[in-house]
């Protein structure tokens, strides 16, 4: 009878210890649980990046390096989203992209927004169900995961580089050391332009902007006072500025353009870029 007491009461006690050893590491536990579940969302969302986005964004985001079904290397459509004023905010998370579009929910929201309804008027499609698109709620929150997943102190810490562009002038030119024109037609791939312009020798049809194969001549006619330099110009740094009657679809829309209006910023890395991108494109 003894016996049996003290070995129940030995079974007890180890119990409790076991359960409140359980009981202690439950949290994290569910911590594990959660970062796994965060895991496989983002390793799904991978997948569907690749099969679905990487043609206009690039397969690591940065919006160079696309590539058609074919393999074939194409002029990235889509604006950078491996990129810093989309995903690195301030101190309550808000980011330069939130602020310049007028966003006034969160950061996540924004991203999931684009995603789901697309914007209107751009290339950028709608890929949610709820809109007409084809993908269900999960793989819209999987592939948004692994965009937001991009987001860490290495790009967030990078100094960006601002380049006090020359206000418009016949004569700002002369502020350019010569311009490369062979360099400028690989710069024209890179930057995405042939994605929406084509190839202005007529080899890729332009599909989302003009046709630029006349520009030289054109540009000049658009604006009163402006040369086709200068048009084209304020053209790549502010979109805004003027918006072109006639895109291959219809008549272009906007202001806001079509157009991404952050090449002023992406060119402030190598400024000599414009240079040799008017020189391909004016000839001059
Ligand atoms: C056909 C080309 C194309 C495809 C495919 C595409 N996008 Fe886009 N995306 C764009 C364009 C163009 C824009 C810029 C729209 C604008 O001018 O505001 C954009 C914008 C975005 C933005 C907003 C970026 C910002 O700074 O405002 C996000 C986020 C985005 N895309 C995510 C995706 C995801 C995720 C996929 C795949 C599910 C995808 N895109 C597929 C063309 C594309
Ligand atoms: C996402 C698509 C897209 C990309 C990428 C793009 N553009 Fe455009 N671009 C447009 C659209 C749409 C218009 C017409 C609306 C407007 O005038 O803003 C336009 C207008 C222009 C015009 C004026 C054309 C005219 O006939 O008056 C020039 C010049 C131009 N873009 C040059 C460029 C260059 C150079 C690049 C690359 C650095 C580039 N664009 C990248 C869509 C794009």
């Known amino acids: 009878m003894q016996v049996k007491i003290v070995i129940g009461t030995i079974a007890f006690m180890l119990t409790m210890m076991i ?26 969302g991978a997948k569907i990046f690749e099969g679905n986005c990487a043609t206009c964004h690039g397969m690591n985001g940065k919006g160079e390096e696309c590539e058609n079904t074919a393999g074939e290397k194409i002029g990235c459509q889509g604006l950078p989203l491996n990129y810093q ?13 939130m602020n310049a579009m007028n966003w006034a ?4 929201a924004f991203v999931e927004s684009v995603v789901a309804a697309g ?6 499609p ?14 819209i929150k999987n592939v948004v995961a692994f965009v937001l997943n991009w987001e860490n102190d290495a790009l967030c810490d990078e100094e960006l580089p601002t380049f006090d562009w020359p206000t418009l ?13 062979a360099n400028g037609e690989t710069l024209y791939v890179s930057y995405g332009c042939s994605g929406c312009h084509g190839a202005p020798d007529g080899s890729i049809p332009a599909n989302v902007g003009p046709d630029l194969s006349a520009i030289a001549v054109d540009g000049g006619t658009r604006i009163e006072d402006y040369t086709a330099v200068m048009y084209v110009y304020e053209s790549i740094l502010e979109p805004n500025a003027y918006i072109a009657e006639q895109c291959p679809t219809g008549p272009c ?8 209006a952050n090449f002023a910023e992406r060119m402030s890395a190598n400024p000599q870029d414009m240079a040799d991108m008017l020189a391909y494109l004016l000839g001059q």
């Open 19 to 44: 359960m409140g050893f359980a009981a202690l590491r439950e949290p994290t536990r569910l911590e594990e649980y959660t970062h796994a579940f965060e895991g496989r969302s983002i390793e799904n």
């Open 85 to 97: 004023p989309l995903l690195c905010g301030d101190i309550s998370d808000r980011t330069a992209r």
């Open 105 to 108: 929910g969160t950061k996540d």
């Open 119 to 124: 914007r209107g008027g751009t290339a950028m």
């Open 126 to 139: 709608v890929w949610s169900a709820q809109f007409g698109g084809p993908m269900r709620d999960d793989e």
């Open 169 to 181: 002038a016949d004569t700002f030119l002369t502020d350019f050391p010569d311009g490369d024109a």
């Open 253 to 260: 829309v906007g202001p806001p353009s079509a157009m991404p």
